[in-house]
């Protein structure tokens, strides 16, 4: 079926536009308003749009179509369009312009007439592909260094990029350097979270519990959901160990970056903490005559962690949250606009409030987020218990041979990590901004509280998702799924009203990760710009304004970058990080001794 214009006669020439006047004003997206004379169905997310460059592309019911277009004046008659049809197949059509205006489009072909109309939904998406088309070529150049594939320079193709040896190679040494402080402090990390080493008079503006949830609530996300999906459907069940491991190594990282984001924080005179690692990478790395590499760790940081917070740490959120919501109501589909104002409103209401603000909400999200999709995965498992047994034989045989063994680390150390800034940001620094704001005088105590993160994140939600999906087989039917898809798919086999479950829990992930990295974002701001008050305001409307455009949009090159961004915070904040490790590995020999000695006291 293709698609035709059509015409009446005398409108256009009232209007005496010349054939480069039509050429400047119809290039455009358009939405269909009105198709007469054909018995066919209009969407709200229907458009043909005509490209600057003489392309043009359109989708209108169930029809996708794409070519060449070209204005050609006939002497006496209106002017016409031809279409030069690339797909679906080779044809040729043309199409009398009947009447155009910046927001109307009238064109006639036979018997049929196409009423499109040129509205702010069409505005919004033709900026964004004017952003995307410039962002394109710099993806491209940034990804070839980030996402280098280190096994080409043994003349292999196995892409594995550099990035991700890059963290794991951080998690490892810093996991041997602390000896295994994954494990020997995790009882006492449970300690100080339940508060047990609280004491009143501790400088800071949160507690160790506001901490930890503000900073997992800027991790736990569609990772979790949609990450670890994509890891099995590439890896098999063997990914899940992989996926495991890269979680408890990651633990060591977090406890490094965290333990220095408080000790070289900043409190200010009104007792508003700067923390984070812009702060000891040119304290820390200055105290080692090493003042102008440090500072240009810092400031290479804190540009990279704006822009992942415009990004992935809001449009990208924005973006989901949106899709999420077509998805159960597709009527909804052109009111992105509105959809984000609505969010960027609320946003807006949480971060105006500042940290305080932030974890007063997040230390409710969080755990009422992991309650209910921990619980929804319980339920699940249970249904199927005969089958655990199976299912953990079927991931441990899978990580070991050698086609799911690279497979895992494929799946889980790129498309789970890289989806959503490596799930749990070990090793990225971001968690170290909101745990720099813990009222603690032992820089050690917030590290130890850091350390649960990627446990909780990644060796128990994402282990649930994984185990979800393999024990209802839907690995084994991934049927071209989309990550999210798969694992909805995987719930709704079992809990049929769990798709709307899955659709509040990316509303509340999106919500409550855009309000973190507002905090990490603006902390980065203020570190390049000043602390005054216009400079903070000037950073929460951009934040605002973002959230918008990201619901309106899908800025696929844009994310890209920024994606791109949040993992290179990960170069200049593990350089620091492997510089002063003998300082925190100092720090917690002494802190340990305290605790032994009872020089730290128990106040529960």
Avoid at 185 to 203: C, H, M, Q, R, T
Avoid at 241 to 265: D, H, N, P, Q
Avoid at 377 to 389: A, E, V, Y
Avoid at 524 to 531: K, Q
Wanted: glycine share 10%; aromatic share 12%.
């Amino acid at each position: 079926l293709t698609i035709g214009f059509f015409i009446s006669s005398n409108l256009l020439a009232k209007s005496n536009l010349s054939v480069e006047s039509i050429k400047e004003t119809i290039t455009k997206e358009y939405s269909y308003t009105a198709i007469k004379g054909l018995d066919m169905n209009i969407g709200p997310s229907d458009f043909i749009v005509f490209h600057k460059d003489g392309a043009f592309e359109y989708k209108v019911s169930n029809i996708i179509a794409s070519g060449t277009w070209l204005i050609k004046e006939i002497p006496g008659f209106n002017p016409v369009i031809h279409l030069n049809y690339s797909f679906p197949n080779d044809t040729l059509r043309v199409f009398e312009v009947n009447h155009i205006t910046n927001n109307k489009l009238v064109l006639i072909e036979d018997n049929k007439v196409f009423e499109l109309s040129h509205g702010f939904s069409n505005k919004i998406n033709l900026f964004s592909n004017n952003i995307n088309n410039t962002f394109e070529p710099v993806v491209q150049v940034i990804g070839s260094v980030i996402f280098f594939d280190i096994t080409k320079v043994i003349g292999l193709d196995k892409n594995i990029p550099f990035i991700v040896i890059w963290l794991v190679f951080g998690a490892i040494f810093f996991t041997l350097k602390m000896r295994f402080i994954n494990f020997k402090g995790f009882k006492l990390a449970i300690s100080l979270v339940k508060g047990d080493y609280d004491d009143p008079n501790n400088k800071g503006e949160v507690s160790h519990f506001q901490a930890l949830t503000t900073a997992l609530s800027g991790t736990v996300g569609l990772g979790n959901i949609a990450g670890v999906a994509i890891a099995i459907s590439l890896g098999g069940a063997g990914a899940t160990f992989w996926m495991i491991v890269a979680g408890l190594l990651g633990m060591s990282s977090k406890f490094v970056e965290c333990t220095l984001g408080v000790k070289y924080r900043h409190i200010s005179s009104d007792g508003v903490v700067y923390g984070g690692p812009m702060y000891y990478l040119r304290d820390g790395l200055a105290k080692r005559n090493l003042k102008l590499t440090g500072k240009f760790l810092a400031v290479l940081f804190a540009i990279l962690c704006v822009g992942g917070s415009i990004g992935g740490g809001n449009m990208f959120q924005a973006n989901q949250a949106f899709s999420a919501i077509k998805g159960i109501f597709p009527s909804l589909s052109n009111l992105g606009p509105i959809f984000g104002m609505v969010f960027a409103f609320l946003v807006g209401f949480v971060i105006i409030g500042g940290i305080k603000s932030i974890a007063k909400v997040t230390e409710k999200i969080v755990p009422f987020m992991a309650v209910v999709y921990v619980g929804a995965s319980t339920i699940i498992i249970l249904m199927h218990f005969s089958d655990i047994g199976f299912v953990i034989s079927e991931i441990i045989s899978g990580a070991f041979t050698p086609e799911a063994g690279l497979g895992g680390v494929v799946g889980v150390l790129i498309t789970g990590f890289k989806r959503a800034a490596f799930s749990n940001e070990a090793g990225v620094g971001s968690a170290s901004i909101a745990h720099s704001a813990a009222k603690t005088k032992e820089p050690v105590s917030e590290g130890m509280v850091a350390l649960l993160e990627p446990f909780i994140d990644t060796v128990v939600i994402c282990t649930m998702t994984a185990f979800v999906i393999i024990i209802t087989g839907n690995y084994e039917n991934v049927d071209g799924l989309g990550g999210s898809e798969l694992t909805s798919q995987a719930f709704g086999s079992v809990i049929s009203w769990f798709p709307y479950l899955l659709t509040l829990a990316i509303l509340l992930f999106a919500f409550s990760t855009m309000i973190s990295w507002s905090y990490y974002g603006l902390k980065s701001w203020t570190f390049l710009f000043g602390t005054s008050k216009i400079s903070e305001l000037s950073y929460k409307i951009m934040f605002m304004v973002f959230v918008v455009i990201g619901s309106s949009v899908s800025l696929g090159a844009v994310v890209d970058f920024s994606d791109m961004m949040i993992l290179a915070m990960a170069f200049p904040n593990i350089i620091g990080m492997l510089i002063m490790s003998n300082e925190v590995k100092l720090d917690l020999r002494n802190y340990m001794q305290k605790i032994k000695n009872g020089t730290i006291k128990k106040f529960k």
